[in-house]
C-alpha cells in the first residue's frame, strides 16, 4: 500500500523552510487514484486561469515541473524557482533550456521590482509563515495587472468544522488568525487570506475549492460519468469556502512591467537587493560581495538566515 508520507519530508527543520523538500521523492506523493484525480483538477484549473499569452512567468515552489505543461509554450520566459536542488534537478533533467532555474527561498527572493507578468505558487502558501511579507514580496515582483495564482490550505474547511465539532480540535476554526497544522503547514482561514491580499495591493480575487473530488475518486473510482465535473464542483467550492484546499486567481497593481531584456538583468542579491553579476561560475553582488553559485544550470540564491 502506498503510504500517505511517501514524497513527503519527514523531519522538516524551521530553520531551512526553504529547503524542506531537498532529497525527497516528490513524485510519489502523486501516485494513486486519490493524487491522480487531484493532480487533473489542479492542471485543470491552473490550464483555465493562467493567461494565454504572455511575457514572463515565474512558478515558485515548482518541485520537479509537476505543472510546467500548463505555462511552458505561453511564455516567452518561464522561470522555474524551488528551495530543493534535487527537485529542480529533475526539472531541468526534463525540460532542459525551456526554463531558467534558480534555488531560493520564496520569502528571500532574488528578483527585481515588476519583472513578471505572472507568478503561480501552488502547495507552497501553507509552509510560508508570514502571508503579509510573502504577499507583500509577490506584489512587488509583479508588474500592474499581472495574475497571481497561488492556492492554500483552508483552516475553514469542513473538515476542520467537524473535528471541533467532536471537540478533536482545541482551536477553533473561525478564528480568523492562521493554526499550525503539524509541524510544516501552516492552515489559513479564507477571510484572513482574502483581507491580506487587498491589504498588499491585489484585487478581483476568484476563488476555487480542491480536495473533495479526488477523495470521492479514492472511494469511488472513476466518478466523472455520473457526477457534475470537478470543475464545476470547484466553483461551487470556492463560494462556499468549505474544502479543504482553496485555490485564488487576483492581479495586482502596481509599477508597469519592465522591459528586461535577459534573465540576468531582473536577478538582484536576497540579501540586499543590489545588482549581480554573472562570472564564471556563478553570481557576485556588486555591493555586499555575496556569491551565489551556479552548478548543473541552476543558480543557487539560498541564503542562510
Request: glycine residues 8%; charged residues 20%; contains cysteine.
Amino acid at each position: 500500500m502506498h503510504s500517505k508520507r511517501a514524497g513527503l519530508p519527514l523531519a522538516p527543520n524551521p530553520k531551512h523552510a526553504s529547503r524542506l523538500y531537498d532529497g525527497t521523492e516528490y513524485k510519489d506523493f502523486w501516485v494513486g487514484k486519490e493524487k491522480t484525480s487531484l493532480n487533473e483538477l489542479e492542471h485543470a484549473l491552473v490550464r483555465e486561469l493562467l493567461p494565454e499569452t504572455g511575457r514572463r512567468i515565474i512558478d515558485i515552489g515548482c518541485g520537479f515541473g509537476r505543472l510546467a505543461d500548463c505555462y511552458l509554450d505561453r511564455f516567452e520566459q518561464v522561470v522555474m524557482l524551488d528551495g530543493s536542488i534535487t527537485l529542480l534537478q529533475q526539472a531541468r533533467d526534463m525540460f532542459k533550456d525551456k526554463a531558467v532555474y534558480i534555488a531560493a527561498d520564496a520569502n528571500y527572493l532574488p528578483l527585481a521590482t515588476s519583472s513578471f507578468d505572472c507568478v503561480l505558487m501552488m502547495r507552497v502558501f501553507h509552509h510560508l509563515s508570514d502571508a503579509h511579507w510573502i504577499l507583500t514580496e509577490l506584489k512587488r515582483i509583479l508588474g500592474d495587472g499581472g495574475v497571481f495564482l497561488f492556492n492554500y490550505s483552508n483552516k475553514l474547511s469542513a473538515r476542520q468544522l467537524f473535528r471541533r465539532l467532536l471537540r478533536w480540535n482545541m482551536e477553533s476554526p473561525f478564528i480568523l488568525e492562521p493554526a499550525m497544522a503539524g509541524k510544516m503547514l501552516t492552515q489559513h482561514h479564507p477571510a484572513y487570506v482574502h483581507q491580506m491580499l487587498i491589504k498588499t495591493g491585489f484585487s478581483g480575487m476568484k476563488y476555487f475549492g480542491t480536495g473533495v473530488t479526488d477523495k470521492l475518486a479514492g472511494r469511488l473510482g472513476r466518478f466523472e460519468t455520473w457526477m457534475p465535473s470537478g470543475r464545476t464542483i470547484a466553483s461551487v467550492l470556492g463560494i462556499i469556502k468549505l474544502a479543504p484546499w482553496i485555490m485564488c486567481r487576483t492581479k495586482a497593481s502596481g509599477e508597469i512591467l519592465k522591459d528586461y531584456k535577459c534573465i540576468d538583468d531582473l536577478l538582484i542579491c536576497p540579501s540586499c537587493h543590489s545588482t549581480v553579476h554573472h562570472g564564471a561560475q556563478s553570481y557576485v553582488c556588486t555591493s555586499c560581495n555575496l556569491s551565489y553559485p551556479i552548478e548543473n544550470g541552476i543558480a543557487d540564491f539560498r541564503v542562510n538566515v
